[in-house]
Structures are given as C-alpha cells and as structure tokens.
C-alpha cells in the first residue's frame, strides 16, 4: 500500500518544483510589467492573468487541450517537431502552471505595487542599470511577497486535480499525481492506499501554510525592530 502512494507522490514532488520554478519567473515578470503598466488594456491583461483561478478546473483543462491536442495552434507547431504534450509528463507540468500561476501573479504583483518609485528613480540617477536597479533595488522591497506567492502557488500547484486529468490522464509512473490517484483510488474502492495518500497531501500542504505563516511573523517582527 505504501509502495502504491509513493509513485504518485514522485510524480507530484517532480510535477510541483519544475511549475512551481516556471510559475516563479513568469509571475514575476508579468507582475512587475503590470505593477507598472498603466495602458489602456490594463484590465483585460489583468484579467486573463487571473481568469484560471475562477474558472472551473473542467473548463481549464479543455482550452488546455484545444491548444496542445493534436488539432490545436500549439499542439500542431509541436507535433511537427516530434513532439506530443497530452497524456505526458509535461502535460502535468503546463497543468499546475496554469491553475498556480494567478496566485504567484496576484501575490506578487502587490509586492511590486508598494516599492517606493522615488528610490529606484534615485538608483537609476546614480548609474545603476534598470537589471541591477531590479535585483538590488526592487526585489529586496518586494521579496516578502514574492516568497508568499511562491509558496502559495506551490501549494495549488500540489492540490492541482481537473485540469490536470483532462491534459495528462492517468499513466501511473508517468501523470498519475497525488490528487488523480486518491480520485480513482476512492472510485475503485482502495480506501486505505486514498487515505494514505490524502494524508500525504495534508502535511506537505500543512507544512506549507506553516511555513508561510513562519515567513510573515519572521517578515512583520523585522520591520517592527527597523521602526
């Protein structure tokens, strides 16, 4: 039994780190752009940042799969090159990207709002160069906020279900994540294996929270000892 709940928990531990790294960079990027943009599409951009968080995970999963099946804008680019993304392990990857990606963006988005614009136009004025202004100035005043939202999106990322099931299937060793295998183990009536299983996903999620918990108060009592 405990053999069985190791091989999903593989491919989730495999699935979460790499979207989770993907979800990091790519939030930050969309959400200093937006932190700063101030165009006349500013709300639909935003929204369709945020549109995956909303929408059920069925719906997700669909225009996951008219983009990357076989008849799809990206999955034909793909299948030229040899290349097949539904019911593969990438197909996991995309999955909790998407759904996770909205909580990184928001999160971290509201991080870039509160940097003080007057210090790094001073940097700028000094010589500094907008890569150095980003890493030196910019991202040591938002860098609370960007660890909240990575631990957040890895927490969705690791809960990922529907969209997920409809991309990558359930290839055990290969899609089968924590969440598909309790869902079809609770179908097939192996209730010890789910149960182990959902325990599983219960202490890293816990131990997540945790862990963001630990980062605010470590965060909120270091500003309080700078005032």
Do not use: C
């Amino acid at each position: 039994m405990i053999e069985a709940s190791l091989s999903p928990l593989w491919v989730s531990i495999k699935t979460v780190l790499v979207a989770t790294a993907i979800t990091f960079f790519l939030g930050i990027i969309a959400a200093r752009w937006m932190a700063r943009y101030s165009g006349r599409f500013k709300s639909l951009i935003d929204g369709l940042f945020i549109l995956p968080m909303v929408l059920p995970p069925t719906v997700v999963g669909f225009g996951l799969l008219m983009l990357f099946g076989k008849n799809g804008p990206i999955g034909m680019l793909l299948d030229n090159i040899g290349v097949t993304v539904v019911f593969s392990w990438p197909a996991t990857v995309i999955s909790a990207v998407v759904v996770s990606f909205p909580l990184m963006y928001m999160s971290a988005r509201g991080g870039f709002e509160q940097v003080d614009i007057d210090i790094e136009d001073a940097a700028r004025t000094l010589g500094a160069s907008e890569w150095k202004v980003f890493w030196t100035v910019t991202m040591p005043q938002a860098w609370p906020a960007v660890v909240s939202a990575t631990i957040l999106a890895f927490a969705r990322a690791l809960g990922e279900f529907g969209a997920t099931l409809m991309l990558a299937g359930n290839i055990p060793g290969k899609t089968t994540t924590l969440p598909v295998a309790i869902y079809f183990n609770i179908q097939a009536g192996h209730m010890d294996q789910a149960l182990v299983q959902v325990l599983i996903v219960l202490v890293i999620s816990f131990a997540s929270l945790a862990a963001l918990a630990y980062f605010k108060g470590r965060t909120k009592n270091a500003n309080t000892i700078r005032v």
